[in-house]
Nanobody, 127 residues
Framework: QVDLVESGGGSVQAGGSLRLSCAAS????????MGWFRQAPGKEREGVAV????????YYADSVKGRFTITQDDAWNSVHLQMNSLKSEDAAMYYC????????????????????WGQGTQVAVSS
């Protein structure tokens, strides 16, 4: 079991930036597909970006490419999501997720393929 704790959410005006962080503990090794999903009210949870802590990826949703960047720190136990040029449609609860496998271009978008989740951090974007 991996414990995930998100931080960095908040409220920002459209066009602004936020940086989300996810701290992980309880790893058995450092080879995890980790990243971010989001869910807005009335909508399904969707994949935003993931990275393989063993070296690989990242993968991004088309809606965030060129605006969001996912990175991991050198200790491989934290991932970060830099969100720039935020839009009103980016507003959602953002969840950190992890699974002990590689990331691939298809399954990374499937939330049920991840078995470790954080509690979420809220992102609000005002226009």
């Amino acid at each position: 079991q991996v414990d995930l704790v998100e931080s960095g959410g908040g409220s920002v005006q459209a066009g602004g930036s936020l940086r989300l962080s996810c701290a992980a503990s309880g790893y058995t090794d450092f080879r995890y597909c980790m990243g971010w999903f989001r869910q807005a009210p009335g909508k399904e949870r969707e994949g935003v970006a993931v990275i393989y802590t063993g070296g690989g990826g990242p993968y991004y949703a088309d809606s965030v490419k060129g605006r969001f960047t996912i990175t991991q720190d050198d200790a491989w136990n934290s991932v970060h999501l830099q969100m720039n040029s935020l839009k009103s449609e980016d507003a959602a609860m953002y969840y950190c997720a992890a699974r002990r496998s590689n990331c691939d271009s298809v399954s990374w978008k499937i939330d049920t393929s991840f078995n470790n989740w954080g509690q979420g951090t809220q992102v609000a974007v005002s226009s």
